[in-house]
C-alpha cells in the first residue's frame, strides 16, 4: 500500500485546506483503531501501522509545503495506478471477438479492473472503435447510478447529526436545500472558524466542528452538492420500504399507488425523478408489476421554494405556510417561474 498520505486517507490530491483533511484524519483513525481491534490479522497489522502515521501525517498535512509535496506525489502515484489499470483494460480489450460488446460484458470488465468505473470503461471502448450492443434497450430497463457519497464519509455526517439531533447538514447550516454550493461552503468555514477561535473542545463543539469540516468538502462545488443530496435521497427512500411493501403486498403498483409513493417521496424531501428511479429499482428487485400507465401525474402539489411546504390543492396559487406566491415572475425575463424550480426554464 502507498505510503502517501493523501491516498491513505481517501483525499483527492487537489484538497489544499487543512479544516477538510483534519476531519478526513479523525475518520481514519477511528476506523483504523476498530480494525486494529476486530479486523481479520492482516486487517490488523495494516492498522496498527496506520495509527502509527497519525501523528506525522498530521505534522505534515498541516504545513502548507509538506502538503504540497504530498500532493505532488498521490497525484503521480494515482497517474501511474491508472495507466496500469488502463494497460490491463486494453489486454482484455484485446481479446472481444468483433466490434461491439454487450453491457452485460461491460460489467465483467469492471470487475477484472479494480479501481475503474464502468463509465470509464466506456469511454475507453470507445477509443478502442467497441461499440456497446443493445444499450439502448438495456438503458431502459436499468435506471442511471448517481453519484453519492462515500459510504464511510456519509456514515460520519449521519452519526454527528444524530448526535446533535439534527437530520441533514442544510438543517445543521441553518440554509435551504436550494442554497448555492458558493453560499453553503461560506456558511460552513465561518461556523468552523468560529469554534476554532473560541477553542472549545467538548463533545458538542467538537462534532460541530467536524461537521462544518464535512460540509465544506460536500459543498465545495456543485458535483459535490450533488452527491450530498443524492445519498440524502437515497437514505429517504431506504425508510420507505414499510409504504413501499404495504403499497406492493399484491405485487402491482398501479397509477394511483404510484402516485401517492412519489408524493410521499416529496414530502421527504426526494427529488421526483430520483423517487421514481427508487421505486422502480425495488419493484424490480421484488418482481412486482408497474403498470405502464403508471406514471405520475401532472397535477401534482406544488411545493413553495421559501419554506419547502406544499400546497394543499393544486389549484393554490399561495404558500399556506408563509404566505409567499407558489409562481412568480423571474426577476430578469419575467418568465412565470414555480418557486419551486431551482430556477427560470428560460
Same mark, same amino acid.
Given at each position: 500500500m502507498s505510503g502517501n498520505y493523501f491516498i491513505l486517507l481517501g483525499l483527492s490530491p487537489e484538497i489544499d485546506d487543512w479544516s477538510l483533511i483534519e476531519p478526513a484524519i479523525k475518520d481514519s483513525q477511528r476506523r483504523?483503531? *476498530?480494525?486494529?481491534?476486530?479486523?481479520? &490479522?492482516?486487517?490488523?497489522?495494516?492498522? /496498527?501501522?496506520?495509527?502509527?502515521?497519525? &501523528?506525522? *501525517? $498530521?505534522?505534515?498535512?498541516?504545513? &502548507?509545503?509538506?502538503?504540497?509535496?504530498?500532493?505532488?506525489?498521490?497525484?503521480?502515484?494515482?497517474?501511474?495506478?491508472k495507466n496500469e489499470q488502463l494497460a490491463q483494460l486494453d489486454e482484455l480489450i484485446g481479446m472481444i471477438q468483433g466490434a461491439a460488446i454487450e453491457p452485460e460484458g461491460v460489467k465483467i470488465l469492471a470487475k477484472q479492473v479494480s479501481g475503474l468505473t464502468e463509465a470509464d470503461i466506456k469511454a475507453r471502448l470507445?477509443?478502442? /472503435?467497441?461499440?456497446? /450492443?443493445?444499450?439502448?434497450? #438495456?438503458?431502459?430497463k436499468?435506471?442511471?447510478?448517481?453519484?453519492? @457519497?462515500?459510504?464511510?464519509?456519509?456514515?460520519?455526517?449521519?452519526?454527528?447529526? %444524530?448526535? @446533535? /439531533?439534527?437530520?441533514?447538514? %442544510?438543517?445543521?447550516?441553518?440554509?435551504?436545500?436550494?442554497?448555492? &454550493?458558493?453560499?453553503? %461552503?461560506?456558511? #460552513?468555514?465561518?461556523? %468552523?472558524?468560529?469554534?476554532? $477561535?473560541?477553542g472549545v473542545i467538548d463533545p458538542d463543539s467538537t462534532t460541530r466542528k467536524e461537521l462544518a469540516g464535512h460540509s465544506k468538502a460536500v459543498f465545495k462545488d456543485k458535483l459535490e452538492k450533488e452527491r450530498y443530496d443524492n445519498t440524502c435521497a437515497v437514505e429517504a427512500m431506504e425508510g420507505m420500504k414499510g409504504h413501499l411493501e404495504i403499497t406492493g403486498r399484491d405485487s402491482i403498483l398501479n397509477q394511483n399507488e404510484m402516485d401517492k409513493l412519489i408524493q410521499e417521496a416529496r414530502k421527504k424531501g426526494v427529488e421526483k425523478g430520483l423517487a421514481l428511479e427508487y421505486i422502480r429499482d425495488y419493484a424490480k428487485k421484488r418482481k412486482w408489476v408497474i403498470q405502464k400507465d403508471s406514471q405520475p401525474t401532472r397535477t401534482e402539489l406544488k411545493q413553495c421554494g421559501f419554506c419547502d411546504a406544499f400546497a394543499r390543492k393544486a389549484k393554490d396559487t399561495r404558500c399556506h405556510d408563509c404566505g409567499q406566491e407558489l409562481i412568480q415572475a423571474c426577476p430578469r425575463c419575467e418568465t412565470p417561474t414555480p418557486t419551486q424550480d431551482e430556477c427560470c426554464g428560460a
Open positions: 483504523w483503531a *476498530m480494525q486494529k481491534n476486530q479486523g481479520t &490479522p492482516a486487517d490488523q497489522r495494516k492498522a /496498527g501501522k496506520n495509527l502509527k502515521l497519525i &501523528p506525522d *501525517m $498530521r505534522i505534515k498535512l498541516q504545513d &502548507p509545503e509538506e502538503r504540497k509535496i504530498q500532493a505532488k506525489e498521490a497525484r503521480q502515484q494515482l497517474k501511474s495506478q470507445k477509443v478502442k /472503435g467497441v461499440t456497446l /450492443g443493445n444499450s439502448a434497450d #438495456a438503458e431502459e436499468t435506471s442511471k447510478t448517481r453519484p453519492k @457519497l462515500d459510504r464511510t464519509i456519509a456514515k460520519s455526517i449521519s452519526d454527528k447529526l %444524530y448526535h @446533535l /439531533g439534527l437530520n441533514n447538514l %442544510y438543517e445543521f447550516l441553518a440554509l435551504g436545500t436550494r442554497s448555492s &454550493p458558493k453560499v453553503l %461552503y461560506s456558511t #460552513a468555514d465561518e461556523i %468552523y472558524k468560529e469554534l476554532h $477561535r473560541k
